[in-house]
């Protein structure tokens, strides 16, 4: 199977997934949505892509630092919720977004070996 996709193009799209995330974390709660589905499935989806796009943008970088650093990220706007009106920190999220993490970065070394051209 000949690799036809690019490391560069997936660190772009990491950007641009860690500034979608982060906005959409330090709306205030009243900003947000009414209709949106189950909460804790957003946050995994979104982790789950962020894990994702790390482990398919990184050349150099091992796994469980990918791990690491996405997981922090979400310990940080969790934290951050803490001083956004309606918005808080909750154990669960960072759960969801913990686990999203942990399987995109595992399915991202999966699609790494087929899809990525180095």
């Known amino acids: 199977m000949r690799k036809?996709?690019?490391s560069k193009l997936f660190?772009?799209?990491f950007a641009i997934g860690v500034l979608a995330i982060f906005i959409g974390s330090i709306m205030p709660g009243k900003q947000l949505p009414s209709n949106l589905p189950w909460d804790k499935a957003l946050h995994f989806i979104g982790?789950?892509?962020l894990?994702?796009?790390?482990?398919?943008g990184s050349v150099k970088r091992?796994?469980?630092l990918l791990m690491v650093a996405c997981i922090g990220f979400s310990l940080i706007i969790e934290l951050l919720q803490m001083f956004i009106p309606n918005r808080g920190f909750e154990w669960m999220d960072l759960a969801a977004n913990s686990l999203g993490v942990i399987c995109g970065v595992l399915m991202g070394m999966l699609g790494k070996k087929f899809l990525i051209r180095e």
Not at 51 to 56: E, K
Request: proline share 6%; hydrophobic share 60%; aromatic share 34%.
């Open 4 to 6: 036809f996709l690019s």
């Open 11 to 13: 660190k772009v799209l």
């Open 47 to 49: 982790y789950f892509g």
């Open 51 to 56: 894990g994702f796009l790390a482990r398919m």
């Open 62 to 64: 091992p796994w469980w």
